[in-house]
């Protein structure tokens, strides 16, 4: 049974780019939650998207925007990168909106020079 | 909103000792779920236990327990006879209602032989 997947491993931007990271959910769930993670912080929720709408939204800009798949796959892109935006970016998934319990990938470790 | 508190940015213990790691949290939700997850050096977030805010039962499972406390929004996590394995950073979750998860900043465990 695998679990959540995520790529790439490892990124290093420019700024001014964009980036799409992708994760795919744990098999049986449908819910895919995004979290960005700075050094020394916890995780920060991004948004979440179950039917292939985002149905919540953390604090962040437009410049930060998704997508989810019929098969529940989903990305994270991120326009005109900032220095700030590096971080741990975290994908977790989850069965039905509501998730009880979000099992996390691995991470996809964005750095922006 | 929620907030999640984690006091000890981080804790030096030499193996074989007992540690409490703390959380605190608020919430103006009755129905809650608190978490507590383990991140390893990979990065990955290791779901460790899921406690709703209707159950304060303690719970034990082998080295780890928890103690639930509502009447002073706290729920610490116990580690008893530390072993270098669990040199991690561990986060303390909340999840009310349809929110999604807010994690406190976290506390670095360091475990030495």
């Known amino acids: 049974d695998a679990g959540v997947t995520q790529s790439p491993t490892h990124l290093i931007k420019t700024r001014g780019q964009q980036v799409t990271l992708r994760c795919s959910p744990k098999?049986?769930?449908?819910?895919v939650s995004w979290y960005q993670q700075a050094l020394g912080q916890g995780p920060q929720f991004i948004f979440q998207?179950?039917?292939?709408?985002?149905?919540q939204r953390g604090n962040f800009p437009d410049r930060f925007s998704g997508h989810q798949y019929p098969n529940y796959s989903s990305e994270l892109n991120v326009n005109a990168l900032l220095l700030g935006d590096s971080a741990l970016y975290l994908c977790a998934s989850s069965y039905g909106v509501v998730g009880y319990e979000q099992y996390f990938g691995p991470g996809t470790r964005l750095t922006v020079t | 909103a929620q907030k999640v508190t984690q006091a000890q940015t981080e804790i030096s213990v030499v193996e074989k000792e007992d540690v409490t790691l703390d959380c605190v949290y608020e919430?103006?939700?009755?129905?809650?779920?608190l978490f507590w997850y383990k991140q390893p050096p990979s990065g990955e977030l290791v779901f460790l236990i899921r406690?709703?805010?209707?159950?304060?039962q303690n719970e034990i499972s082998g080295r780890y327990s928890w103690n639930f406390q509502k009447s002073t929004s706290s729920f610490n996590f116990t580690i008893t006879a530390s072993q270098v394995v669990d040199s991690a950073v561990y986060f303390c979750?909340?999840?009310?209602?349809?929110?999604?998860?807010?994690f406190g900043k976290g506390t670095m465990l360091l475990v030495s032989p």
């Open positions: 998207y179950y039917e292939e709408e985002e149905r």
């Open positions: 919430t103006r939700d009755t129905t809650y779920y």
């Open positions: 406690r709703n805010s209707f159950d304060e």
């Open positions: 979750a909340l999840k009310a209602g349809y929110s999604t998860l807010t």
């Open positions: 098999s049986g769930h449908d819910t």
